[in-house]
């Protein structure tokens, strides 16, 4: 603090006062706005939350080959330059959320994980299932991560610029708070970053403070997020591959079929027939005995010379019937090996 002293200018004479330069070292505390963005987070949506502990995760060797495609997807093995969005999509029971789990479990030892964000309407408070703390909620995670440190101070910045960033529609949130400071971070180590964002049940998510939507905020909602990610997929300084969880929702798959003006840049495809838009997943068995699922790639073109891209779906099928038969063929053999009761021994 600078302090005045009226001894400096006794008896002076003839002197001019020109202009004051005041330099701040760089240990500024930024408590204030952390705070504010704590505020505005949705703690049981983080992959890790105590409301989150009872949650789905996928039993040792099961649903094996699928994970380990997603994973050889995130780390770009097929192709240096993959597509942005992966959407595994699936009806309800087909193991998504357990997937997800699984997957942001494992991405995270390895430092794979930049964010996650669970939607949900069983696990958590009301905010899993509310748009309005969406961007926060990743935002907080991106700038704790360790090889992301030099972001905190551009993005707590940016959230003392614009007090009320957190009120605005989620673009604008996305812009200020990760594009514009992806922008401005030095990359010489973005080798070192992780690459996966994972969203867990967009088709569950609701337009701001959760509560009974009507189905139009609903459709409301589900495309402002997809919006939004694909913004972010689409733009320059964006180094994330993004995974979107849902089920089949026709809003969310028309969303994709009719904004090509946004997706095009990224995902450029050919229209396909509706019979054709979901090729399921065929099961088979492995030597290993684990379910092995085949993924299902969009036709796409973009130009005699260019690379096809697309964004991938990976379709889960539930096989609810079979099981309910062997269950109840099982349940049959076990009554019939069952020895009789000296009641019904003596009545027969």
């Known amino acids: 603090m600078i302090t005045y002293n009226p001894d400096y200018f006794r008896q002076a ?3 001019r006062i020109g202009t004051l330069n005041q330099f701040a070292n ?3 505390d930024w408590k204030a706005e952390f705070d504010r963005l704590v505020e505005n987070v949705a703690a049981d949506a983080i992959h890790g939350a105590q409301a989150r502990s009872s949650a789905p995760e996928c039993y040792p060797a099961t649903r094996v080959a699928v994970r380990e495609d997603i994973t050889k ?11 942005k969005i992966l959407w595994v999509s699936g009806p309800a029971g087909a193991g998504k959320t357990a997937i ?19 939607f949900s309407s069983f696990f958590g408070s009301s905010h899993c299932r509310s748009t309005e703390r969406f961007i926060a909620t990743l935002v907080y995670q991106l700038i704790r991560h360790p090889s992301l440190s030099d972001l ?14 957190f009120q605005q529609n989620l673009k604008e949130q996305l812009d200020t708070l990760i594009l514009d400071p992806l922008r401005k971070v030095d990359r010489r180590s973005s080798e070192k970053w992780p690459k996966a964002i994972l969203i867990d049940g967009v088709d569950e998510c609701e337009a701001g403070e959760a509560g009974s939507p009507l189905p139009n905020q609903r459709v409301t909602a589900h495309k402002e997020i997809l919006s939004a990610l694909t913004h972010a997929a689409t733009h320059e300084s964006f180094p994330f591959l993004i995974i979107v969880v849902s089920r ?5 798959d028309r969303f994709f079929e009719q904004n090509s003006d946004i997706t095009k840049a990224v995902f450029p495809r050919q229209p396909v027939q509706s019979r054709f838009r979901y090729r399921p997943l065929r099961r088979r068995q492995t030597r290993r005995g684990r379910d092995s699922f085949q993924a299902s790639k969009r036709p796409s073109r973009c130009g005699q010379d260019a690379r096809p891209k697309c964004f991938r779906t990976i379709y889960l099928r539930r096989y609810s019937h ?11 053999a076990a009554d ?7 009641a019904r021994s003596s009545t027969s």
């Open 248 to 252: 089949p929702d026709p809003t969310i």
């Open 73 to 83: 997807w995130i780390r770009q093995e097929d192709s240096p330059t993959p597509e």
């Open 336 to 342: 019939k090996a069952r020895p009789s009761s000296p």
């Open 322 to 332: 079979a099981i309910h038969r062997v269950w109840s063929a099982q349940r049959y």
């Open 26 to 28: 760089g240990n500024t």
């Open 100 to 118: 997800a789990g699984s997957l942001a479990e494992a991405w995270k030892g390895e430092k794979l994980l930049a964010a996650s964000f669970f």
């Open 13 to 15: 004479r003839n002197f």
């Open 152 to 165: 905190k101070p551009v993005v707590l910045s940016a959230i003392r610029n614009n007090p009320l960033v």
